[in-house]
């Protein structure tokens, strides 16, 4: 009796182990590679043999009997007939405080010198998702150290919002005011597709020590495979999301929306998926909503993400697919001016163009009467900026353009502020209090 225990406790051991099965790799073909002879599931992991050691890619695709991997590294040395070996065991992403201060890579790995994460917990796939009917509303301001959006396009806890502009307008920057300003327990910054350059300057210039001390920074520079600059736009969620599910407020910076889809872009079209909208096929724009809703207030004890995702619109074009679609899913947008940046009015906010769908939710109703006198006052001048530049406007022939006039350089120098410069929230109240009140 003892002896048929023993064998049954025998048997139960051996079925723990899955037979793993070998495959070969057959084709080559740009960012892609092919295997037959082995059996994986969409998003799980290989080893792939190389004349330089092993490599891990990840399986995006099948057809028949064939595998489509994408590679997590750059590739070389690689056979026909190369051995392909699913991988089962997988450790997951590192999370928890450990990783404050840290920079690491879209699958967690340390790109900061300092050693090993020595993380107390790891997660492995997405979290689920929160049923909206159980996240909480969007009930209070989020302090962003910025009087522009402090006060007149107000973030509140748990607003997703887009930061909307061209290249070299000051975007990285604006994102790292709000690091060294907000109020926020912990922020995540996903910098994608950036140059290499800029993400050392960024951690180490623009975040600075102060900033570095409560932030998370995922980094997959330009040079990277897309799927390393897809999985680092959702590993930066995925941290975020765990410091959420202990109670903590969230800040997530995502630099940017717009590498996310180009990465999806090239995964797509490499394994056979159809272009639709300016190259673009139609599983961009599936992933984007997904990933953005991902952030967002908790429920119950949680606490929130406040997300703030940049898209880059190629040729200062609003108008862009992926522009369009991020405008569509997100609960405001914040437009960099081109122009206001060459006349050196930074940050360069077009507050005409940008909007805080939840502002009229966190904010008093006189908060909201003075962001809309100071608005209407900005925009009237803009209006009749031609006409007094060469002269045609005549003083006292419109007592409201006259005001315009008059208050244009207190509201534009109220919408300025330097780099090192930050303005909490009930400060930045007071002076737009002290300026709507001159307006009246």
């Known amino acids: 009796m003892n002896f048929a225990k023993q064998m049954d406790g025998y048997k139960d051991l051996v079925n723990q182990f899955?037979?793993?099965?070998?495959?070969k790799l057959k084709r080559v073909v740009g960012l892609t590679m092919e295997a037959t002879g082995c059996i994986a599931p969409v998003g799980s992991q290989c080893s792939v043999e190389t004349l330089n050691g092993n490599i891990t890619a990840e399986v995006v695709g099948f057809s028949d009997d064939i595998l489509y991997l994408m590679p997590s590294e750059e590739v070389q040395g690689v056979m026909p007939g190369a051995k392909v070996v699913p991988l089962l065991q997988q450790k997951g992403l590192p999370v928890g405080?450990?990783?404050?201060?840290?920079?690491?890579?879209?699958?967690?790995?340390?790109?900061?010198?300092?050693?090993?994460i020595k993380a107390s917990k790891y997660v492995s796939g997405k979290a689920k998702p929160i049923n909206p009917l159980a996240r909480r509303p969007i009930e209070q301001p989020l302090d962003v150290g910025i009087r522009a959006i402090n006060t007149m396009l107000t973030v509140g806890k748990g607003q997703r919002m887009g930061l909307f502009a061209g290249s070299g307008v000051g975007k990285s920057v604006l994102l790292g005011m709000m690091t060294r300003g907000t109020s926020a327990d912990v922020i995540v910054v996903g910098l994608v597709g950036e140059r290499g350059r800029e993400v050392k300057e960024f951690i180490e210039e623009i975040l600075g020590v102060e900033g570095r001390k409560r932030s998370v920074v995922v980094a997959a520079?330009?040079?990277?495979?897309?799927?390393?600059?897809?999985?680092?736009?959702?590993?930066?969620?995925?941290?975020a999301e765990y410091f959420r599910d202990q109670g903590m407020e969230v800040l997530l910076l995502m630099d940017s929306l717009t590498r996310f889809a180009q990465a999806?872009?090239?995964?797509?079209?490499?394994?056979?998926?159809?272009?639709a909208t300016k190259g673009y096929p139609p599983s961009v724009?599936?992933?984007?909503?997904?990933?953005?809703?991902?952030?967002?207030?908790?429920?119950?004890?949680q606490g929130s993400i406040t997300a703030f995702y940049?898209?880059?619109?190629?040729?200062?074009?609003?108008?862009?697919?992926?522009?369009?679609?991020?405008?569509?899913?997100?609960?405001?947008?914040?437009?960099?001016?081109r122009k206001l940046a060459e006349s050196g009015h930074y940050p360069a906010i077009d507050i005409e163009a940008s909007i805080s769908r939840v502002m009229p939710m966190v904010v008093s109703e006189q908060h909201l009467n003075y962001a809309r006198l100071v608005k209407q006052n900005y925009s009237l001048y803009q209006q009749n900026k031609d006409l007094i530049a060469i002269g045609a406007y005549v003083a006292g022939a419109d007592p409201k353009v006259d005001?315009?006039?008059?208050?244009?350089?207190?509201?534009?120098?109220?919408?300025?502020?330097?780099?090192?410069?930050?303005?909490?929230?009930?400060?930045?109240?007071?002076?737009?209090?002290?300026l709507g009140d001159a307006l009246q």
């Open 18 to 23: 899955q037979p793993v099965v070998s495959g």
């Open 310 to 337: 940049t898209v880059l619109t190629e040729g200062d074009d609003l108008q862009d697919p992926i522009a369009d679609a991020s405008r569509a899913i997100l609960d405001g947008h914040i437009v960099l001016s």
């Open 285 to 301: 724009f599936a992933k984007l909503p997904q990933l953005v809703e991902r952030a967002g207030n908790g429920s119950g004890s």
């Open 264 to 275: 999806q872009r090239e995964i797509a079209l490499a394994i056979g998926e159809p272009p």
């Open 97 to 116: 405080l450990e990783l404050l201060g840290r920079v690491i890579d879209g699958v967690g790995k340390p790109l900061d010198g300092l050693g090993p």
């Open 403 to 434: 005001k315009a006039i008059q208050f244009y350089p207190v509201i534009e120098a109220f919408c300025q502020q330097t780099m090192k410069e930050s303005h909490p929230y009930d400060e930045a109240l007071t002076a737009l209090t002290q």
């Open 221 to 239: 520079p330009a040079d990277t495979s897309p799927l390393m600059r897809l999985k680092a736009c959702e590993t930066a969620v995925t941290i």
